[in-house]
């Protein structure tokens, strides 16, 4: 997740260079002290039953990078040029290291950072990326210098034993109920034969173990057509997140033809943390809302057939760079509807019939997705919407940091969905979309396609009649 970090005055002199490298990498160090996920390694990575083990030490030169950007670079391009980079890097030596690092990009003569956190999925989930930059923004508001410049010895952040406050697993902290028709419903479906044709599957996007490279494109929204977009979601029963699965849908089915997708299967991401309890007898010192950890589950939808060709019927009288007809912004919102009501029903249903409820029948999780790469991939696309970020935390007065930017990149994984979806905004700013894929698995061409029908489309419902 990258966050452009706006200096407060009293450090973007020359001078005041010299000192904020070291209090910026305090402030990360309080932030890593307040997560217990953060100061954990993982023993027996490749086994089927890996553990958290508590590390002694983290060293800093190990996971902050800086760099400097100099006057001639193409700022835009070269900040996602590194998140894309940054997004296929692995993390080894997970028993000595955790599986998180810091890239800082400096521009020469700006009063920005732009600050890229990444980390191992293990460690957290999409909004634990949104909690640590939240944290890191209150923490350089509330603390002093001299006291951020004395968390560190020479980059050595030494850790206290905080296992006994380790973020528990979701089925540790409430039940997950599953009824038999969802049970056997899922039994099928992961051990059903291939031979099976689901034609919901994303034929179109074979499953490919090579390359292991992400591909990542950005669209942006200005606030104030974000606000009209919001607007016309609430009156049309509809939330950002169900109006992009609409929109993505629309887009897939008019750039591919039937014999390549018959229907579509997609997922949205959901938080669990709002069905976690911040009083268990047991965790009594847990608040989900501010932990990183794993609390997330995911949302499927299906797109059928006679959708589709209803959906390509109406794209035919539309040329590439037309604007949506009448009939067609009618559909996109009445799909948009639907699945804000399935969203609705999930959440309603609480953790009842969810499918972390059934990943204690998984005994070997490599095998697992070694088995899913060797059949039809599932689902062809994957929306993630952490929401607004809050980038005006201040409680000093003038001299203070905020956040201005904020961007949620997902890298490719091979079974997974064909492409990921990931909106964010700042509080005020500007909506930025994330799309990323694999390389070669989705056609460069297909993806940039997308991306320019979201950008179009969203603007267009976002302009007032």
């Given at each position: 997740?990258?966050?452009r970090y706006?200096i407060?005055?009293?450090?973007r002199?020359l001078?005041?260079?010299?000192?904020?490298?070291?209090?910026?990498?305090?402030?990360v160090?309080?932030?890593?002290?307040?997560h217990?996920?953060?100061q954990?390694?993982?023993?027996?990575?490749?086994?089927?039953?890996?553990?958290?083990?508590?590390l002694?030490?983290?060293?800093?030169?190990?996971?902050?990078?800086?760099?400097?950007?100099?006057?001639?670079?193409?700022?835009?391009?070269?900040?996602?040029?590194?998140i894309?980079?940054?997004?296929?890097?692995k993390?080894?030596?997970?028993e000595?290291?955790?599986?998180?690092?810091?890239?800082v990009?400096l521009?020469?003569n700006g009063?920005?950072?732009?600050?890229i956190?990444?980390?191992?999925?293990p460690?957290g989930d999409?909004?634990s990326g949104?909690?640590?930059h939240?944290d890191?923004?209150?923490?350089l508001?509330?603390?002093s210098l001299?006291?951020l410049q004395?968390s560190?010895?020479d980059?050595i952040?030494?850790?206290?034993d905080?296992?006994?406050?380790f973020p528990?697993?979701?089925?540790?902290?409430?039940?997950?109920?599953?009824?038999a028709?969802?049970?056997?419903?899922?039994?099928?479906?992961?051990?059903?034969?291939?031979l099976?044709?689901?034609?919901y599957?994303?034929?179109w996007a074979?499953?490919?173990?090579?390359?292991?490279?992400?591909?990542?494109r950005?669209?942006t929204?200005?606030?104030?057509?974000?606000?009209?977009?919001?607007?016309?979601?609430r009156k049309?029963?509809s939330?950002?997140?169900?109006l992009?699965?609409?929109?993505?849908l629309?887009?897939?089915?008019?750039?591919?033809?039937e014999?390549?997708?018959?229907?579509?299967?997609?997922i949205?991401?959901?938080?669990l943390?709002?069905?976690?309890p911040?009083?268990?007898?047991?965790?009594p010192?847990?608040?989900?809302?501010r932990?990183?950890?794993?609390?997330?589950?995911?949302?499927?939808h299906d797109?059928?057939?006679?959708l589709?060709?209803?959906?390509?019927?109406?794209?035919?009288?539309?040329?590439?760079?037309?604007a949506?007809s009448?009939?067609?912004?009618?559909l996109?919102?009445s799909?948009s509807?639907?699945?804000?009501?399935?969203?609705?029903?999930k959440?309603?249903?609480?953790?009842?019939?969810d499918?972390?409820?059934?990943m204690?029948f998984?005994?070997?999780?490599?095998?697992?997705?070694?088995?899913e790469t060797r059949?039809?991939?599932?689902?062809?696309?994957?929306?993630t919407?952490?929401?607004?970020?809050d980038?005006n935390q201040?409680?000093?007065?003038?001299?203070a940091?905020s956040?201005c930017?904020?961007?949620?990149?997902?890298s490719?994984?091979v079974?997974?969905?064909?492409?990921?979806i990931?909106?964010?905004?700042?509080?005020?700013g500007?909506?930025?979309?994330?799309?990323?894929?694999?390389?070669c698995?989705?056609?460069?061409?297909?993806?940039?396609?997308?991306?320019?029908?979201?950008?179009?489309?969203?603007?267009?419902l976002?302009?007032?009649?």
């Open positions: 997740m990258a966050c706006e407060p005055p009293s450090l002199d001078d005041a260079r010299s000192i904020l490298k070291s209090v910026f990498e305090a402030a160090a309080r932030v890593i002290l307040k217990p996920t953060l954990a390694g993982i023993r027996d990575v490749n086994s089927k039953r890996p553990v958290w083990i508590q002694d030490v983290i060293d800093f030169s190990k996971h902050i990078e800086w760099h400097l950007l100099g006057d001639s670079v193409d700022y835009e391009n070269s900040i996602q040029g590194i894309q980079s940054q997004l296929d890097i993390f080894f030596d997970s000595s290291q955790p599986g998180w690092r810091v890239v990009l521009p020469e009063n920005c950072l732009e600050v956190f990444t980390w191992n999925h460690h999409g909004i949104k909690i640590f939240q890191l923004l209150l923490i508001n509330a603390e001299d006291g004395q560190l010895d980059h952040l030494k850790l206290p905080s296992s006994l406050q528990p697993a979701t089925e540790k902290l409430s039940k997950l109920p599953l009824s028709s969802y049970f056997m419903r899922a039994a099928w479906k992961a051990k059903r034969p291939h099976l044709k689901n034609y599957s994303a034929h074979p499953i490919q173990t090579s390359p292991i490279k992400t591909q990542l950005v669209i929204v200005d606030n104030a057509t974000l606000a009209n977009i919001l607007t016309a979601c049309h029963n939330t950002l997140t169900s992009l699965q609409a929109l993505t629309v887009s897939l089915a008019s750039n591919l033809t014999d390549k997708a018959q229907a579509f299967e997609s949205t991401a959901i938080d943390r709002r069905f976690l911040s009083d268990h007898k047991e965790f010192w847990l608040r989900p809302e932990t990183i950890a794993n609390y997330v589950t995911v949302l499927p797109f059928g057939n006679p589709l060709t209803q959906i390509r019927s109406q794209t035919k009288v539309n040329t590439s760079e037309s949506l009448t009939d067609l912004v009618n996109i919102w799909i509807s639907t699945v804000r009501e399935e969203i609705k029903s959440l309603d249903n609480g953790l009842k019939d499918l972390v409820g059934l204690k998984i005994s070997d999780w490599r095998e697992e997705v070694t088995n059949k039809p991939r599932k689902y062809s696309w994957f929306v919407n952490l929401g607004v970020l980038g201040a409680t000093k007065e003038g001299d940091w956040i930017r904020a961007q949620f990149s997902l490719a994984e079974p997974a969905a064909a492409i990921q990931s909106p964010m905004t700042v509080a005020g500007l909506l930025c979309v994330a799309c990323s894929w694999q390389d698995v989705v056609e460069e061409s297909l993806g940039e396609r997308l991306l320019a029908d979201l950008e179009r489309w969203l603007h267009q976002g302009t007032p009649v």
